[in-house]
């Protein structure tokens, strides 16, 4: 076996120290949006064959977090100066491992708390020949194509530790934190006044139309006291087969896949809220998509939070093929540098104004009915290259055979769902407020959206056919 991985660091070398760093706006955003009962944190679950060896995983974690400092930093206030990224060497973050299939246990909260702990967590369930890797990771130390490329350097790492000898191995790629500054440069040929303009008008429709939230039966419902599964979010993944006659019908419609979900996600929270008794009086849904501002600045930076939002209203009485044409138009607006900032940008002028933003965010509006994330295919977020087996990751001695995740959800922002592609699947996870929905309410609405991905690609949905009817 090979004893160490080429970790091939970049520091920079020349000018002021990167440490202690600024929090940039959506970084504090997240933070002043971070609590107890709606943390922002969002949960990766890797399921791996073969057995996985803890003392080559112990040097391959660390070796990961040398190479993404945001994730071993803890954040303090530095007086007016304003909040910052601070190295904690003393300060790592801690293994659960076990060897069972036991529950995951959060014996501080799911909350983590920058001020005390770093940005990351980790679970292992190790069984066998098969085991789950669970990470837990602030939304404010990283976004999930940032925590995703740590899982690949720590994958490759721990495939460069378990090789055995003539074996390929994975190669890592080079990172230079010297990068992080630029997250929060926004690299284009706009001028200012076209960012703010693009930021007011965002600011301005949120604000003026708060949409709905995903409907429940008992609007001032709160499950704390029912038992509560960690993480939440739960998993339906499609065969290669069905995503290959999404991609056919997408084409066909001159649209992206993307856009379709986007569609039948949002067809399916209206069918929901009728299943559960709302009011029609509210015709207007919100869909939150986040949007990567990475740039060629970014190629080699290391897991940071680099994202803004995309705002997408729907309303029920536009026919299937204008409201699915709109999102699609609406998202092909992620090529516009200002059009897509424009979320972040008005967050960094409103955290100009003290108290502002987290005045905003204690009123708790509904400023989107769901978030939907797709981070596409798995292995082009991963910066390390992977010898493949049937088109699955090979990482040493182990098989990467899926990875789930989710977003986090906030207070009458009550689902999340995650898309992703992995070895030709496509993988949809859903994450319904605990505090909101049982667990058999989850079940139902996710089973929901599947039924309707499924009549989707046979194509039974666009041409207007309701759920009740295919009953």
Known sequence: MQTSPVLNVTKEQHGEPIFPLHLAPFERYMLADDRDDYPMAFVIAVDVTGELLRKAFEKALQAALERHPLLTCLVRRAGLRGLFWTPAPGIRPGLDWKEDDSELACPRGERIDLAREPGIRVWVRKQSEQSRITFQFHHSATDGIGGMQFIGDLLASYGTFTAEPGQESPEVAPVDESQLPFRNVMEGTASRFQYVRHAARTFYRLLRAVPPPVAIRQLDRRRSGSVRIFPAFLTRTFSRDVHSRLKKLAAGKSVTPNDLLVWTLFRTVREWNTLQGA??????????????????????????????????????????????????????SIMSEPESAAFVTGIGIGLRVPGLVPAVLKWHPCFASFVMANVGDVKRQFRATFPLNQGKVVAGNIRLEALHGAAPVRRNTRLAVSLGVYAGTLIVNVHCDPRCFSQAESESLTELFADNIRALVNEKLLCGTSHESRK
């Open 279 to 332: 009011k029609p009086g509210r015709r207007i849904l919100r869909a939150a998509i986040p949007v990567s501002l990475r740039t060629w600045q970014h190629d080699q930076m290391p897991a940071a939070n680099h994202l803004s939002y995309l705002f997408l209203d729907q309303s029920a009485e536009t026919n299937d093929d204008e409201s699915l044409q709109a999102i699609h138009l609406k998202t092909g």
